[in-house]
């Protein structure tokens, strides 16, 4: 079973700035979730980016992934053109 973790200041900053709690991720990853590697920078480690529904509306999620732990960096609402994806994606 994969654990969730994050760091609980980055969770709490995460709730002011974004209004979405860590807490409730994991429930976004037991139904469909479009993901890509995010490579768009030199991170020092293989981030992950996924597109998923929480409460009927598309999350974006940016994550690590090791031994079988997902480590959470960001959560937010999806923008227009990311929920376009996801939605697209769904339908494919």
Same mark, same amino acid.
């Given at each position: 079973?994969?654990?969730?973790?994050?760091? /609980?200041?980055?969770? *709490?900053?995460?709730?002011?700035?974004?209004?979405?709690?860590?807490? $409730? %991720?994991?429930? *976004? +990853?037991? &139904?469909?979730? +479009? @993901? %890509? /590697?995010?490579?768009? +920078?030199?991170?020092?480690? @293989?981030?992950? +980016?996924? *597109?998923?529904? *929480? &409460?009927?509306?598309? %999350? !974006?999620? &940016?994550? @690590? $992934?090791?031994? /079988?732990? %997902?480590?959470?960096? &960001?959560?937010?609402?999806?923008?227009?053109? $990311?929920?376009?994806?996801?939605?697209? /994606?769904? !339908?494919?």
């Amino acid at each position: 079973m994969v654990k969730f973790v994050w760091d /609980e200041n980055k969770r *709490l900053a995460n709730i002011r700035r974004h209004g979405l709690d860590f807490i $409730e %991720i994991p429930s *976004l +990853f037991e &139904s469909y979730v +479009f @993901t %890509i /590697e995010d490579d768009r +920078f030199d991170y020092g480690e @293989t981030r992950y +980016f996924s *597109l998923g529904l *929480l &409460s009927g509306r598309v %999350i !974006a999620v &940016s994550y @690590t $992934e090791s031994n /079988e732990e %997902i480590r959470i960096i &960001s959560a937010r609402r999806a923008n227009k053109n $990311e929920q376009k994806k996801y939605y697209n /994606e769904i !339908a494919d």
